[in-house]
């Protein structure tokens, strides 16, 4: 009789966990509450929807996430595979259509005969007997909420995603703009560039401190998570938080005037064919009148037509080093598997790859087998260590080499990047050595 497991949410750690444990041979049941419910962020009824940015960030090596990403290629990560099908130009980052992208994790998703998608809410109480894993994103459901802060014996924790503005290409003054990566050549990078003079930049960000929000309903605290601020709230901070941030000019030069400008917003492509563009690192809480307002000021902006606007919405995650254990089960419910944003992780590409581990380890307490952690020394092992820390107060975290054990002190700084690539790269091959991996990897 072919063994089953229950996979609740259809995100990316949902997705990447329900191929991993059906490459074991399970039948998996995977619930998504899409379309019969939306959350606040989601619009699209396909699988594994981008809603904060178009990017998975750096795909060097030598960059934790670029690791990171190495890594799940090497491991037969699906959610990959999908985002270099349906990668965008990003210079040396990998941004992709999200829309392409939720399709092509959809389709592979329904053509795999051993998963089968429940498309309505999962009801709980939590069916803790057999083996289950919840990856119901940073939006869980009310219901999926309440009954993991239940059996973790304490309340959720509660911080702001922010989403970033989309404007159309065609309503933008490419005169006032420019093409360039940073350090790269005018007219040949993937990002559009809107270059400040002092003074326009002075008018721009009294204008953003004056602009109006949006009031957090009563049931969301303002508790923001730092790698993602709203940019009305880094501008509060200081003048020099934006343009040390995501209006920093460095690497770049205005060929209207032939140097760095005061600052500069970089907009990256949403869609292959370029039709419409995002404004990096500009996710807000400003109302729609004030973001029309405001970003308006920005040059070559003027005209702009907002294919989106930018939105702030609730982020739930579990305080992972006192509920959860080192395989990413819940110490109070071993049956019980928590993966994604919702484990306290930050990122898409982290997400898949705690989804993936477990998804993978779910699927061996299903059949019996041993339960698997990837070595320190890899971005995998990194990350999922630091849902162990000791660290207090716990926050999600992207991947960096900060949670990465220390590198000796006699290799010089300018080899460490590539010591860690070549340590992390042996040490995945020595631990996938000693393992029964799914046929698939």
């Known amino acids: 009789m072919t063994k089953t497991l229950t996979i609740v949410g259809g995100g990316l750690a949902g997705c990447e966990a329900a191929l991993r444990a059906a490459a074991y041979g399970l039948k998996v049941r995977l619930w998504e509450m899409k379309p019969a419910r939306f959350s606040p962020a989601h619009v699209n009824p396909d699988l594994a929807e981008l809603v904060c940015s178009n990017s998975l960030r750096s795909d060097a090596p030598e960059n934790a996430v670029g690791l990171l990403k190495a890594e799940l290629r090497h491991l037969g990560s699906e959610v990959l595979r999908a985002a270099d099908l349906t990668r965008v130009p ?32 999962y009801q709980p109480p939590l069916e803790v007997q057999s083996p289950i894993v919840i990856a119901a994103g940073p939006l869980a459901d009310t219901g999926i909420a309440s009954a993991l802060s239940e059996l973790t014996g304490g309340e959720n924790l509660h911080f702001y995603d922010a989403i970033a503005p989309v404007v159309t290409f065609e309503s933008l003054d490419l005169t006032k703009m420019f ?9 040949e990078g993937d990002y559009l560039n809107a270059p400040f003079t002092q003074e326009e930049f002075d008018v721009f960000y009294q204008a953003l401190i004056e602009a109006d929000r949006s009031e957090p309903r009563s049931f ?68 729609r009148p004030s973001q029309a307002k405001v970003f308006r000021l920005i040059p070559g902006l003027k005209t702009a037509i907002f294919a989106k606007w930018g939105s702030i919405h609730r982020n739930t995650f579990i305080t992972a080093p006192k509920v959860l254990d080192p395989f990413m089960r819940l110490k109070a419910a071993p049956n019980v598997f928590v993966a994604g944003q919702l484990s306290g992780v930050e990122g898409y590409v982290e997400s898949a790859a705690q989804g993936l581990w477990a998804g993978e380890n779910a699927a061996r307490q299903v059949l019996g087998r041993p339960l698997v952690h990837p070595p320190a020394e890899t971005a995998c092992g990194a990350l999922l260590g630091h849902l162990a820390s000791e660290r207090l107060p716990f926050a999600p975290s992207n991947v960096t080499f900060g949670l990465f054990p220390p590198v000796p002190p006699e290799v010089p700084k300018r080899n460490r990047g590539q010591w860690r690539v070549k340590q992390a790269a042996a040490s995945m091959e020595d631990f996938i050595k000693t393992i029964d991996f799914a046929p698939s990897l």
């Open 220 to 287: 969301e605290d303002e508790k923001y998570f730092e790698g993602c601020l709203p940019v009305e709230v880094m501008a509060q901070r200081g003048r020099q938080t934006l343009t040390f941030g995501p209006m920093k000019p460095v690497g770049l030069t205005s060929p209207a005037t032939g140097r760095r400008p005061f600052a500069a917003l970089q907009l990256r492509r949403e869609d292959l064919a370029g039709t419409h563009w995002n404004l990096v690192g500009f996710q807000t809480r400003l109302t």
């Open 90 to 121: 990003a210079g040396q980052a990998l941004a992709v259509d999200r829309t392409a992208f939720s399709r092509e994790i959809t389709a592979k998703i329904s053509a795999n005969s051993a998963i089968e998608i429940i498309r309505e809410p």
């Open 179 to 187: 093409f360039s990566d940073r350090y790269g050549s005018t007219g």
